[in-house]
């Protein structure tokens, strides 16, 4: 009787196992991380600055040290890595970051139409490829199905010109690397990134246009790595990935999606970008005192942590709910506490423009020809990577509803499952990252060598 009673317990326990231990993994992975990396942050919105100070602080002329003086930055330079120095990203503001940020702008200034032909060519060749054909299902993971589209379309912005299959496998492995690493999914594989370096620096007359002045061969490789080939393609498979969830979730915003009405269509990206927004916390050095005038203030060389999620989250009827009705019909998105691509006064993301435009048509190519839907979570870093279920628009009804069911019930048992095991792996692996990153701090270590090399060319000349 007691054993049967012990091996009801344990089954129970087992299979309870999704429901509580990622919670609990997730939070101690938070203080794992912290103890690591001290308490250097503030965070914003905190007890320290609110919500209504937010836009404020992160505009304000001091908020702007972006790597120098900060542990952090360690850890977002190793994940980054090769070639984070002259990333847009992390560049101080200076003569280097202006020429990087004046190329970076040229390149994404692409006329409306020739990036929505382009969108529209990149989704449809890598669709045939990848997605189901005639009439049958299939799962996929949608991070995975974005990639090569974005690998390619990146591609040919840079170099003008269809991206061959091997280089899209460079394009793909890197991006993939990168992310999976930022989960913690994954360990780098640096030998995937210098890849695609080694390549990118044999293509550096290929560009369509001059890159940033004062960098040397291999850091205008790097300069094109870390911008369109890490950033850009993670950022756009992400950032497809949740919305692709959203309609999978929501099929009544799917069918607005596909009407072509594109006021309604930007509600349901709006709702979708703030209720998951890519970044969870930008952070700045101030560079100066910042003394606000409710007498609060902020030393210099403060670490100003910015909250995306919890300030997306205020201000709101019900946040946790997704309704695009609030971008529709509510007061302008800019005058609401949303903020996707950053904020204008302090370094707002370059593609703000380009990126919605090119979303809004991947989408509707993608629903065109399936049907999506979806039971597993869907949470802001989506370390499952989306899996959905394509349903082709054109099979038979009856062989839909029955593949729908068993396709979803496998879907919602496999992600519970792979939960429990990845939040373990993400545990292990995110403290030995957090620990290695601390261990080569090359950040810090850049920083020092620029002072000597700065302190040594001074006396020089004395
Ligand atoms: C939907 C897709 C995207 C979203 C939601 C997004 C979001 C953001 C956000 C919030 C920031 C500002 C973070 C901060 O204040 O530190 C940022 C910065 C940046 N993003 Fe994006 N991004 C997206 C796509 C892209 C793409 C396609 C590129 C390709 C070039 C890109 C390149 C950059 C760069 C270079 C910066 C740094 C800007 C600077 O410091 O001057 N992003 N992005």
């Not at 317990?9 to 103890?35: K, Q």
């Not at 200034?109 to 969108?119: D, F, T, Y």
Request: hydrophobic letters at 40%; aromatic letters at 8%.
């Amino acid at each position: 009787m007691v054993t049967v009673l012990v091996a009801a317990v344990a089954v129970a326990a087992v299979l309870s196992l999704p429901w509580w231990l990622p919670g609990r993994v997730v939070a101690l992975r938070g203080r794992l991380f912290a103890r690591i990396n001290g308490d250097e942050g503030l965070p914003v919105p905190g007890d320290l600055i609110g919500v209504e100070r937010f836009r404020e602080v992160y505009g304000h002329p001091a908020a702007g040290g972006r790597s120098k003086g900060a542990v952090l930055s360690d850890l977002f330079w190793y994940w980054l890595s090769p070639g984070a120095h002259v990333h847009q990203e992390h560049l101080e503001a200076g003569e280097r970051y202006d020429a990087v940020a004046r190329t970076t702008r040229r390149y994404l200034a692409v006329p409306r139409a020739e990036a929505e032909e382009l969108a529209r060519r990149c989704v449809s060749r890598v669709l045939r490829e990848r997605a189901p054909r005639g009439d049958t299902a299939r799962l996929v993971r949608l991070r995975d199905l974005m990639m090569p589209v974005w690998a390619e379309f990146y591609y040919e912005l840079v170099f003008g010109e269809p991206c061959p299959r091997a280089a899209r496998d460079l394009i793909v492995g890197n991006a993939d690397d990168v992310v999976t690493a930022l989960k913690c999914c994954g360990l780098r594989h640096m030998g995937r990134r210098h890849r695609l370096t080694r390549y990118l620096a044999g293509r550096l007359d290929d560009v369509r246009h001059p890159l940033p002045d004062g960098l040397s061969g291999e850091e205008r490789a790097y300069y094109l790595q870390g911008t369109f080939f890490n950033t850009a393609v993670v950022q756009m498979s992400e950032a497809m990935a949740h919305l692709l969830m959203v309609l999978a979730r929501h099929p009544d915003a799917a069918a607005t999606a596909l009407t072509g009405d594109d006021r309604a269509f930007d509600a349901v990206l709006q709702e979708t970008m703030r209720l998951y927004p890519l970044f969870g916390v930008a952070h700045r050095i101030t560079t100066g005192d910042i003394d606000l005038d409710d007498g609060t203030s902020i030393p210099e060389g403060s670490v100003l942590c910015f909250g995306y999620p919890e300030f997306h989250r205020t201000g709101f009827d019900d946040p946790g709910r997704f309704d695009p009705g609030r971008f529709r019909d509510g007061p302008a998105a800019k005058d609401l506490n949303h903020i996707p691509f950053g904020i204008a006064a302090n370094r707002p993301c370059p593609a703000w423009r380009l990126a919605p435009i090119t979303m809004r048509v991947a989408a509707r190519e993608v629903l065109r020809r399936y049907a999506l839907a979806s039971t597993a979570a869907h949470t802001r870093s989506m370390p499952n990577r989306g899996p959905c279920l394509l349903v082709p628009r054109h099979a038979p009804l009856t062989r839909r509803a029955w593949t729908h069911r068993a396709a979803l019930l496998f879907m919602w048992i496999r992600d519970r499952a792979e939960d429990v095991w990845r939040s373990l792996v993400q545990l292990v692996l995110g403290t030995y990252m957090v620990w290695d990153a601390r261990r080569q701090r090359l950040c810090e270590r850049h920083f020092a060598q620029l002072e000597t090399s700065h302190a040594s060319s001074r006396s020089g000349t004395r």
